[in-house]
């Protein structure tokens, strides 16, 4: 008995060395380490956004210095809504500039809050040029984020969302033929989050254009109506309010209509497939009467 469990120990040992599992054990090893020539493009690009901020900032007024805040709650929003007001009337250029460039730097590194900076357009500008301003800059940081994402994303990825990784992998796989409909889909309602699906579909191998198209257009609905919130920043409570029963079931609404078409194509495919089938099985049939019945005569 020993002697079998000793034979058997080695041959598990001699199984784990074997070049299929050495070569299993790499590949997951390379999917979740990040090497050193990613860090430091990371970083590169890092520094190079900062620089940029702070080449902004040091244009300004030295009188606004001390009002300037990311906010964290509705109350610090509207603090500094009334403190950037004037300064967005006399210096316009100036303060588009520095709001474009912290969403940008904010959405492509990940850093929460960009709600609050998509309130701030509403409560400044209004509807039509805050809604401008908010898709322009969520789709431009949203595409930073992708080719960041596709430099160095997917060992954090891989560790962070390895179960929806998978399940996101599987859904485009299976919507290739209509791709755009699905990124639609998923843009307008909060299926996935957006976090989640700026990092995970340059890995998923979606293409930067269906990409690019499905943010542009998926996110006017949600961006419209946190624009258009911003107008009444005084009644808002909370960021939750943004988003009641009736506000996701009409995004959910608008989201079944563009993913519609996908769906009918689908279940045409099904019952073409279907009919095919029946054909076939029919046209079988006959041959097979046709072949035995002058053996019966």
Request: hydrophobic letters at 45%; aromatic letters at 12%; proline letters at 5%.
């Amino acid at each position: 008995m020993r002697n079998a469990m000793v034979t058997r120990d080695e041959e598990n040992a001699k199984g784990d060395d074997s070049p299929n599992s050495k070569r299993n054990k790499s590949e997951r090893s390379s999917t979740t380490t990040i090497t050193k020539c990613e860090i430091a493009a990371f970083i590169s690009v890092f520094i190079l956004f900062t620089i940029g901020l702070f080449c902004i900032y040091i244009t300004m007024p030295s009188s606004h210095y001390g009002h300037l805040k990311l906010p964290r709650t509705i109350s610090d929003l509207r603090l500094l809504k009334e403190n950037l007001a004037s300064y967005a009337k006399e210096y316009p250029t100036q303060f588009i500039m520095g709001y474009c460039s912290t969403y940008i730097f904010m959405q492509t590194f990940m850093i929460p809050g960009t709600i609050f900076m998509s309130l701030l357009a509403g409560a400044l500008f209004g509807v039509i040029k805050g809604l401008v301003l908010v898709v322009f800059n969520a789709t431009a940081g949203a595409s930073s984020c992708f080719f960041l994402s596709k430099l160095i994303g997917k060992p954090l990825v891989t560790w962070l969302w390895p179960d929806k990784l998978r399940f996101f992998q599987a859904e485009i796989a299976k919507r290739r033929e209509k791709l755009l409909n699905y990124m639609l889909f998923l843009r307008i309602t909060p299926t996935l989050p957006n976090l989640f699906i700026n990092l995970a579909s340059p890995i998923v191998d979606i293409p930067f254009h269906i990409f690019f198209s499905a943010t542009l257009i998926g996110l006017i609905p949600a961006s419209y109506i946190t624009v258009r919130a911003g107008l009444a920043l005084g009644d808002l409570k909370s960021v939750k309010d943004l988003y009641d029963f009736k506000t996701l079931a009409v995004l959910f609404l608008i989201g079944s209509v563009i993913i519609f078409p996908t769906v009918l194509k689908r279940k045409r495919i099904y019952e073409n497939r279907e009919g095919k089938e029946l054909v076939m099985h029919t046209m079988q049939i006959i041959v097979a009467q046709n072949f035995y019945e002058p053996h019966l005569l």
